[in-house]
């Protein structure tokens, strides 16, 4: 079959799979809001908890906040602000009017700056917080590394074929790099950002072990990771 693209976070898969075998959508996606876990339906997000089949797609988060630097500083019109304050913190921080270039150290001073919008937005969120998997039993927990192979497993458990996949999964494949990112800034920067996610990371590393070393070779901070 075809490689896939992973598009982490999107509802799109469930949302079609629901969708086509007579599913009522949007009042699931309404009472398991991934923001507002606690104030929807309550009946509804029961039988969701307790009945239906669950699953999560987990991307490491030091990956994800490369992909999100890349995504929504360059190429998301939505996100167009972002670049915006990141240029207007620079000039008035060292008075570099003209510059018009932002950086992955410009990124992540900006984000340890901890800006309301950016850290209320669901594609900064530690994933704790979107997916609530301390509160949720998960029936299968898949890895953006493992993409393909657990989308088909998962197509496979639904019944479902490729069908289902919207023509975006089929290409573009992501080349990113991260690791290379973070040799660019300082060992707080570095220590800064584990800490925001610590708490995803020491789930992440649990499903995920051999993770962590790689973790640790690539923030090289004194911490225990």
Sequence with gaps: SPSLTPVVCSGYMPMSVLKKKGYDWPAIEGAISRTNFEAKDQSLKREVIDSY???IMYRNPLDRLVSAYKDKTFNDVEYSWIKTSILSLKRRKDGASNSSEVNFLDFVEYFLSRPVMLLG???????QRLCHPCYVRYDYYGN???FERDVHILMDRFGASDEYLRPSYYSNASTTHYEDYYKLLSEDQRRSIFNYYKEELEFY????PKERGIHKSILNISDDI
């Design 53 to 55: 089949y669950k699953f």
């Design 121 to 127: 937005d669901v594609h900064f969120l530690p994933i």
């Design 144 to 146: 953006f590394d493992s």
């Design 205 to 208: 590393y649990l499903l995920f």
